[in-house]
């Protein structure tokens, strides 16, 4: 399954403020800089690597750009400077508390669980906002084997992050269903190493998606309902 769009809904949340703090949080670590001059250092780094990200498919974490920013402006910093961390952690936590599960998530996975393995696969370049967010919202202990880009080195829609998957899960790509609500990322990306798949409608991505894509997974579902009711279905096929 992916996860955010598809489990989960950010509510109300601001990347601005995120910034901002992301911002403060430097500065309170002796960063001595300027808001206007780091925001844009830190923009410039960002489409640097967003380019890296969406076309090569190939995850570079948050702290790459901020401490290429930092370095554009003078500082001698590294990714593995401790206060780059622990300002992530200041620009992430409004996100991290920005997610809930969507509706009837629970027993989906409270059900499926019990009769087949459950893997996560999410794109994110901050693997811990993954980890924490799934303790906080209690469904962390649902899964048997967890994968995030930022963790892997690829991002969906590369076959390796999926292959890696079903590796860990020890299941052939013909036994595995792949539920996810990005046409690209998840569905075309699970197709790409023969998964069976189910497109879920989000916040993020709906029906018209799929049709500007021309991507026609094996079912579509309007709602995590619908999702539950196939596998069921699916499940008592198979015996």
Known sequence: MDYIGTLTNAKAYSLDISRAKLYEALVATDFDIEEKSFHEAYMKAH???????????????????????????????????????AALNVFFQDYVDSLEL????????????????????????????????????GINQFFNAILVSDEVGWRKPHK???????????????????????????IKGAQSVGMKTIFVCSQFNKVEDLTANSIKPDLTAQDITDVHNYLKETLIRAG
């Open 47 to 85: 489409e640097k690597y967003r380019v890296i990200r969406y076309e090569k498919h190939i995850e570079v974490t948050n702290a790459v750009w901020v401490s290429e920013a930092l370095n554009s402006l003078g500082f001698r910093t590294k990714v593995e400077d401790p206060r780059l961390k």
């Open 160 to 186: 390796l992050i999926f292959e890696d998957m079903l590796t860990k899960l020890h299941v052939a790509s013909s036994e595995a269903i792949f539920v996810g609500d990005s046409p690209l990322e998840d």
């Open 102 to 137: 969507r509706s009837h998530v629970l027993e989906l996975l409270k059900d499926v669980s019990c009769h087949c393995k459950l893997g996560l696969v999410s794109n994110f370049t901050y693997a811990p906002v993954v980890h924490s967010s799934l303790r906080k919202l």
